[in-house]
């Protein structure tokens, strides 16, 4: 395939090189090389068994770097990949040195005064994706997988770098693609006035693009909480309990308790992973009026916290009455089914009746698992999404698919209002091309540069 043609202000004939690994001292330092210099650039300062420009691809040799006074460098294994079978799709090598940041730099001045180039972040990544070896949207996942920290969203990230997402999205963009070309057809033909599709059959068609791309973006909840973990707000009057259950959840004497009411003034935010899922938590002020300033503005950010959170646990105390008001007032700000109503302190009222969704007690650990499963039951409400489904994980992804969405409703509208072809066609071709910004077949230099500027360099 060709080379994709986008205008990129970073002329991609250059040859650029970087350090790949992390920086410091470590076992090994890895320098990448990337262009059509690199060959000749390292065999001017590599002396081994056989030149590189002479070596086969996918081969790693040893030899040792000089400067050019013949002082000895490093001795290093340089590893070849020739084009198009690297990750850039270019000719490049890798050399591994020996970890010392000392030894990587005057590698990398060494090759710079070969007329190489320092590479921006991601340009390694950028080249990969001009030169079709990945899509954007497998592109934007080589960063998810990096910075995944859980085990469920280095398996999201795997699976969009996999191309599971690009692969939906091409099967929609081809029968948006097929439904598109019968109304162009007509339109060729129209002075014989022919039909290649009838009215119905083509809302159908487009009603089941619409539904699918439905799919999609219902998976963004999931797919957000995934790649991002969960905000979960531990909400309540004061003394319930809230910094207690927080303790418990982290095994450790996180915040201050006491059975003083008021003890939590700030949010204390800390993160929990259960089953590979994340959950950032935000222990906070218990809601009371007060004319303590300072309790006032805590709890002005406890209310901050609840509009801000995917689930809260609204926390009460089994010997108190529950605080009706209050959770009338955290409904009023978050969907109700984000609400998890936590009685605490059940060891000392064992058989209360009051109702509650957990019983448990954050001194003794009763009922903790129960709340365990409330989360999750939470975090995978109403998704059935498997390891090889679709799933939407980027904000950027979901907003093409809103586009695409509106698109597809006015293309509906149209057909049912039995418009000219013309309208329905450019609808659909609308909603064709916001799918395609997805896996970058369109799309535009600044989309790139705030796609690549959150890479590291090197990668
Ligand atoms: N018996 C019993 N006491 C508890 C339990 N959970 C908390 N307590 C006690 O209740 C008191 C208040 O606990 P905290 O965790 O500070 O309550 P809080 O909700 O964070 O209070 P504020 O920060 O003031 O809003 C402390 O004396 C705790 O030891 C429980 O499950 N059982
Ligand atoms: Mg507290």
Same mark, same amino acid.
């Given at each position: 395939?060709?080379?994709?043609?986008? &205008?990129?202000?970073?002329?991609?004939?250059?040859?650029?090189?970087?350090?790949?690994?992390?920086?410091?001292?470590?076992?090994?330092?890895?320098?990448?090389?990337?262009?059509?210099?690199?060959?000749?650039?390292?065999?001017?300062?590599?002396?081994?068994?056989?030149?590189?420009?002479?070596?086969?691809?996918?081969?790693?040799?040893?030899?040792?770097?000089?400067?050019?006074?013949?002082?000895?460098?490093?001795?290093?294994?340089?590893?070849?990949?020739?084009?198009?079978? $690297?990750?850039?799709?270019?000719?490049?090598?890798?050399?591994?040195?020996?970890?010392?940041?000392?030894?990587?730099?005057?590698?990398?001045?060494?090759?710079?005064?070969?007329?190489?180039?320092?590479?921006?972040?991601?340009?390694?990544?950028?080249?990969?994706?001009?030169?079709?070896?990945?899509?954007?949207?497998?592109?934007?996942?080589?960063?998810?997988?990096?910075?995944?920290?859980?085990?469920?969203?280095?398996?999201?990230?795997?699976?969009?770098?996999?191309?599971?997402?690009?692969?939906?999205?091409?099967?929609?963009?081809?029968?948006?693609?097929?439904?598109?070309?019968?109304?162009?057809?007509?339109?060729?033909?129209?002075?014989?006035?022919?039909?290649?599709?009838?009215?119905?059959?083509?809302?159908?068609?487009?009603?089941?693009?619409? $539904?699918?791309?439905?799919?999609?973006?219902?998976?963004?909840?999931?797919?957000?909480?995934?790649?991002?973990?969960?905000?979960?707000?531990?909400?309540?009057?004061?003394?319930?309990?809230?910094?207690?259950?927080?303790?418990?959840?982290?095994?450790?004497?996180? &915040?201050?308790?006491?059975?003083?009411?008021?003890? !939590?003034?700030?949010?204390?935010?800390?993160?929990?992973?259960?089953?590979?899922?994340?959950?950032?938590?935000?222990?906070?002020?218990?809601?009371?009026?007060?004319?303590?300033?300072?309790?006032?503005?805590?709890?002005?950010?406890?209310?901050?916290?609840?509009?801000?959170?995917?689930?809260?646990?609204?926390?009460?105390?089994?010997?108190?009455?529950?605080?009706?008001?209050?959770?009338?007032?955290?409904?009023?700000?978050?969907?109700?089914?984000?609400?998890?109503?936590?009685?605490?302190?059940?060891?000392?009222?064992?058989?209360?009746?009051? !109702?509650?969704?957990?019983?448990?007690?954050?001194? !003794?650990?009763?009922?903790?698992?129960?709340?365990?499963?409330?989360?999750?039951?939470?975090?995978?409400?109403?998704?059935?999404?498997?390891?090889?489904?679709?799933?939407?994980?980027?904000?950027?992804?979901?907003?093409?698919?809103?586009?695409?969405?509106?698109?597809?409703?006015?293309?509906?509208?149209?057909?049912?209002?039995?418009?000219?072809?013309?309208?329905?066609?450019?609808?659909?071709? $609308?909603?064709?091309?916001?799918?395609?910004?997805?896996?970058?077949?369109?799309?535009?230099?600044?989309?790139?540069?705030?796609?690549?500027?959150?890479?590291?360099?090197?990668?």
């Amino acid at each position: 395939m060709e080379p994709k043609a986008i &205008a990129v202000n970073q002329a991609t004939e250059d040859t650029i090189v970087a350090i790949a690994t992390p920086s410091g001292t470590g076992a090994i330092s890895v320098i990448r090389v990337s262009g059509s210099k690199s060959f000749d650039s390292i065999d001017s300062i590599f002396k081994g068994k056989t030149q590189i420009s002479e070596s086969a691809s996918h081969t790693i040799h040893y030899g040792k770097i000089y400067d050019v006074n013949g002082g000895l460098i490093d001795d290093v294994l340089v590893s070849v990949f020739r084009r198009p079978n $690297s990750y850039t799709g270019e000719d490049s090598i890798e050399i591994s040195t020996h970890g010392s940041p000392l030894i990587a730099n005057k590698i990398i001045e060494l090759l710079l005064d070969q007329n190489l180039r320092i590479a921006e972040p991601g340009e390694f990544t950028r080249r990969a994706y001009l030169n079709n070896k990945i899509d954007l949207a497998q592109a934007e996942a080589v960063v998810d997988v990096i910075n995944s920290r859980t085990e469920a969203s280095l398996r999201g990230a795997r699976n969009q770098l996999d191309g599971i997402l690009s692969k939906k999205i091409d099967e929609l963009r081809s029968l948006l693609i097929n439904a598109s070309s019968f109304i162009e057809l007509e339109l060729d033909f129209a002075e014989e006035d022919l039909e290649f599709i009838g009215h119905e059959e083509l809302l159908e068609r487009v009603e089941k693009i619409s $539904s699918e791309i439905e799919i999609l973006l219902s998976s963004y909840s999931f797919g957000r909480v995934i790649r991002d973990g969960v905000n979960v707000a531990l909400v309540g009057m004061p003394n319930v309990g809230k910094s207690s259950i927080l303790n418990y959840l982290l095994k450790e004497s996180r &915040a201050i308790v006491s059975h003083i009411p008021g003890t !939590t003034r700030d949010i204390i935010r800390e993160e929990l992973s259960i089953d590979g899922i994340l959950y950032k938590l935000y222990d906070t002020a218990g809601i009371r009026d007060s004319e303590d300033l300072i309790e006032k503005e805590g709890v002005l950010r406890s209310r901050e916290a609840i509009k801000n959170a995917d689930i809260v646990l609204f926390v009460s105390d089994v010997e108190q009455d529950i605080p009706t008001e209050l959770e009338r007032e955290v409904g009023s700000i978050i969907d109700k089914n984000k609400m998890i109503n936590v009685l605490n302190k059940i060891d000392l009222k064992p058989n209360t009746d009051k !109702t509650g969704d957990v019983y448990i007690s954050a001194k !003794t650990g009763e009922g903790m698992e129960n709340l365990f499963i409330k989360l999750k039951e939470k975090v995978f409400h109403k998704s059935n999404y498997s390891e090889k489904s679709a799933i939407v994980s980027n904000l950027r992804h979901f907003q093409c698919l809103k586009k695409a969405e509106g698109h597809l409703g006015n293309a509906k509208n149209s057909i049912f209002n039995k418009l000219s072809g013309e309208f329905i066609s450019v609808d659909l071709r $609308s909603a064709e091309i916001s799918l395609s910004e997805i896996i970058g077949e369109v799309t535009s230099e600044d989309i790139l540069n705030n796609i690549f500027m959150k890479f590291c360099i090197g990668k």
